[in-house]
Structures are given as C-alpha cells and as structure tokens.
C-alpha cells in the first residue's frame, strides 16, 4: 500500500519529527493518491513555500550557478550577480503567487491558509549580500581557482545497504587534494555532531579519503567546516539512518489498512502546526489540543 522502498533524506525525517501525520500525508498519501484531485491538491499545497526559504533557495541556486560558469571561464560581475539574484527570485516568488491562486481555486481551503506575498527589499538585500560574501569568501575562491568542479542537483540519490539516500553534496571537487565534497548548509544550525552525521552520509559520494567541506551560513557570513568522516563514524550514520527508515515504516503502518488517519499522531508542539501546509486537512486547524484529547479519547474506546 504505502512505498515499500526504503528512502531516507533530511527533509524526510525533519518532517517526521515534527509531525507524524504530516509525515504520513507528504510522502504516504499524497503519494498514494496523486491521480485524484484532492491527492493533488495534497502534493501540491507541500509544495508552497514561505518567501524566507525561497530566499534561501534562490541564493544556493546563484552560487552553484556562478561556481558552474566561473570553472568554464564566464567569470560573473557582481552587478550580474545582483541582476541574477533579482530575477531568479522575483520568478520563485512569481510561480509561489501563481500557486496559490491555483490552490485557492480548490474551495476546501480556507483563503487565509495560503496568502500572496511581495518582495519585501530587505530580503532582496539580504540575499544579494550573502552571495557576495560566498563569492569574495577566500576558501569558496580557491576551490574554484584549481580542478574541476561538478554540480549536483539534491535528486541525486546514492543506494547504500537497500536503502535509496538522498544527501548529495552540492558540488563535487576534484583537483591536487583529490575528491572534495562541498555543501551549502544555509537554514538552521548544525550541532557538531549533527554535522558530523551529516558529513559522513555526505562522504558517500567520494571515498573514504575525501574530504568533507561545509560553508554554514550564520547571519550573514559563512563558515566553513572540514572534516575527513573516519569509518566508525560512516558506521554509526548508517545506523542512524537505519533506525529513522524503522520510525518511518512506522508511522506508514499506524495508518492501517484503511489509509485511517484517525490514530495517526499530531504534533507535539502548536509550534509545528504554525506553518503546516496541511492545517486545512488537520483536526488541529480547530485547536492543536482540542485534537489530541478528541484522539485520545477515540483510542480508548
Ligand atoms: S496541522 Fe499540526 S498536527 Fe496537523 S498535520 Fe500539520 S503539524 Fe501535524
């Protein structure tokens, strides 16, 4: 009934943990039921962004994009660069609007679930300046400077012991040190030991030799992180990793036969639900609380 592949990815288990039905409804429901309209409606409302990480997504794309053209010798000016940022987001925002004019289309969604948005300047800024400070930034520079460079796109996928990982580096490095795997960590801070799992599931796609280089954006300015993952660390992502492909199947299975969300658990948090795209499916658009007892109430019985 439910995707019997094994699939892990960071967006993946995210989810998980901050809503299991959430979960569920992403990458069980909408999935399953993709051909009808309501399944569509599902993908779909997933698929609307808050202007905040489009913003951070429009600033991964123009640095992978000065990077890819700076190693074939098109060398950016900044004003170019300024006039790519603007465009690329001005369209990201663009085809969100024209999202949710779709979406709203679609009468079982409240109007204020998804709202149309404009560019605030600040953020236009913002993401302009970020982008200078990665293409001025010393070690960004010298990766450039020697060796090939290699985009990949976050749908590379990499099959470890029957599990399908999607963790791909954004770009691969090959020059006098060898393979080096570069990655883009711009929304949220990593603990050490959360980059250290991440790095290692990163190594995957090098060898055991490769080094891992991670720039990690912290208001404004990056930071870089390189680390060489030794093999009990590679060992102990893998069982990290097999445990969360465990908590998934889980959480698939606490549907049942049925496809019966009514036991399938919400959010621990209101927190979580803030800026779910599926509150207008949820219980809990009536009150997170007022859910759970009416849940907990329905599993005594
Ligand atoms: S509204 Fe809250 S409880 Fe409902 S699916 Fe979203 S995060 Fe989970």
């Known amino acids: 009934m439910f995707p019997l592949r094994k699939i892990w990815s960071k967006s993946r288990i995210n989810l998980l943990q901050r809503c299991q039905r959430a979960f569920v409804l992403r990458y ?10 309501q399944g569509q409606l599902l993908s779909q ?7 905040w990480i489009l913003l951070h997504q429009a600033i991964r794309g123009i640095i992978l994009d000065y990077a890819e053209d700076y190693v074939i010798g098109n060398v950016w000016s900044e004003g170019l660069l300024k006039a790519r940022f603007q465009a690329d987001f001005s369209q990201m925002i663009t085809n969100r609007n024209n999202s949710v004019e ?13 709202q149309s948005v404009h560019i605030e300047p600040h953020l236009l800024e913002m993401g302009i300046q970020i982008c200078l400070n990665m293409i001025r930034h ?12 290699q985009r ?27 393979t080096s795997l570069i990655k883009l960590h711009l929304m949220g801070q990593l603990t050490p030991f959360e980059r250290q799992h991440q790095s290692s599931l990163l190594q995957l796609y090098g060898d055991s030799h490769s080094p891992v280089i991670m720039f990690q954006l912290k208001r404004r300015k990056w930071h870089v992180h390189q680390s060489i993952p030794t093999n009990a660390q590679r060992t ?3 069982q990290l990793v097999e445990m969360d492909i465990q908590r998934m199947e889980d959480a698939y299975t606490s549907i049942g036969k049925r496809n019966d969300l009514s036991k399938v ?9 803030m800026h779910c795209n599926v509150k207008f499916l949820c219980p809990s658009r009536h009150g997170l609380e007022h859910a759970k007892a009416e849940q907990r109430s329905l599993m005594c019985q």
């Open 28 to 37: 069980g429901l909408a999935k399953l039921s993709q051909h009808h309209p």
């Open 45 to 51: 409302s997933f698929e609307i962004q808050s202007p």
């Open 102 to 114: 779709r979406i709203n289309s679609f009468d079982i969604i409240s109007k204020s679930q998804f």
């Open 138 to 149: 010393q070690t960004f520079r010298s990766l450039l400077e020697e060796g090939t460079i």
């Open 152 to 178: 990949l796109e976050p749908t590379h996928s990499i099959r470890k012991e029957q599990i399908r990982i999607y963790c791909s580096p954004d770009l691969v490095h090959k020059g006098n040190n060898g």
């Open 236 to 238: 102990q992502a893998m």
């Open 265 to 273: 658990p919400l959010a621990d948090s209101y927190r979580s639900c």
